[in-house]
């Protein structure tokens, strides 16, 4: 079992930048692959970034590609999502998850994860 909480969301202007942190208790990340998702009112749970179990490559999708990078912390109790110049299409609710038995082909797959967040709320207006 591993225990997820999301923070850094806020409200930020277009262009702007923020920082999410996941963070895990209960297992070392690095045992689970790693994703974030984000949902905006009325829409399906979408794919953000993934990062393979015990592995260090990440995927991204294209919408958010050479804006937001995801990357975990030395001690591997802690994935994060950069994410720079934000547009406004990207407020959403934005949610960590994790599972340890996913092949690469399903990490973009919210219904292939068992473990999830509360989720953090990212607002990008003027």
């Known amino acids: 079992q591993v225990q997820l909480v999301e923070s850094g969301g806020g409200l930020v202007p277009p262009g702007g930048s923020l920082r999410l942190s996941c963070h895990a208790s209960?297992?070392?990340?690095?045992?689970?692959?790693m994703g974030w998702f984000r949902q905006a009112p009325g829409s399906e749970r979408e794919f953000v970034a993934a990062i393979k179990r015990g592995g260090s490559s990440t995927y991204y999708a294209d919408s958010v590609k050479g804006r937001f990078t995801m990357f975990r912390d030395s001690a591997k109790t802690t994935v994060y999502l950069q994410m720079n110049n934000l547009k406004t299409e990207d407020t959403a609710v934005y949610f960590c998850?994790?599972?340890?038995?996913?092949?690469?082909?399903?990490?973009?797959?919210?219904?292939?994860?068992?473990?999830w967040g509360q989720g953090t709320q990212v607002t990008v207006s003027s």
């Open positions: 998850a994790a599972d340890q038995f996913l092949i690469t082909s399903s990490l973009s797959l919210p219904s292939q994860y068992d473990f």
């Open positions: 209960g297992r070392p990340l690095n045992t689970y692959s």
